[in-house]
């Protein structure tokens, strides 16, 4: 399965506000021909428990340094997290994110803190490509408040470009697999 850095979809919801972000970013990966219909929940969830495992590392570490500067950790751990039923409704928490945004193929979680608020968008779409296959893309928007955000962001930023890939590829395994 090949994932791509692609341009920013225009579909999406956060497309309106583009030229406002800082930052963004987006990474498509495409489903098997004939995959089943999927939940646009179903992707909300995957998303939760497809990071790679030295993703989940790094985060923990980000989240022991930056409790230090008083910026939002998420406060339960992962297991408290999932034991939830997460319905991906617009203002549910799953860990420091909150979901803003839900249509029937895109939702967007993120969080607004006083360094910089960011936006995650989880699109299922048909593949702009072959238009008989689904598509899924990640694009995250970082809008910075202040030189914290921006300080935050150096290391975050390579990290952020190698976590988002591993983990839709992880995402597209568990959706075709299920």
């Known amino acids: 399965m ?15 506000g583009k030229k406002d972000f800082d930052y963004v970013d987006s990474f498509e990966g495409e489903l098997k021909h004939g995959s089943r219909n999927i939940d646009i929940t179903e992707i909300g969830n995957v998303f939760f428990t497809s990071g790679p495992k030295w993703g989940k590392k790094m985060f923990a570490f980000r989240n022991k340094v930056v409790r230090l500067f008083g910026l939002k950790t998420g406060s339960e751990t992962e297991k408290q997290q999932m034991e939830k039923v997460f319905k991906c409704e617009v203002g549910e928490r799953m860990g420091i994110f909150t979901v803003f945004d839900k249509t029937d193929n895109e939702i967007v979680i993120g969080e607004d803190d006083k360094h910089l608020d960011f936006r995650v968008s989880l699109l299922f779409d048909e593949n702009k490509d072959h238009l008989d296959e689904k598509s899924l893309t990640i694009s995250t928007t970082v809008k910075f408040h ?9 290391p975050v930023r390579p990290f952020h470009k190698l976590i988002v890939p591993a983990m839709l590829k992880n995402m597209i395994g568990k959706l075709e697999k299920r």
């Open 2 to 16: 090949k994932i791509k850095k692609t341009e920013f979809p225009e579909k999406s919801v956060l497309s309106q």
């Open 146 to 154: 202040n030189w914290l955000g921006v300080l935050y962001f150096l």
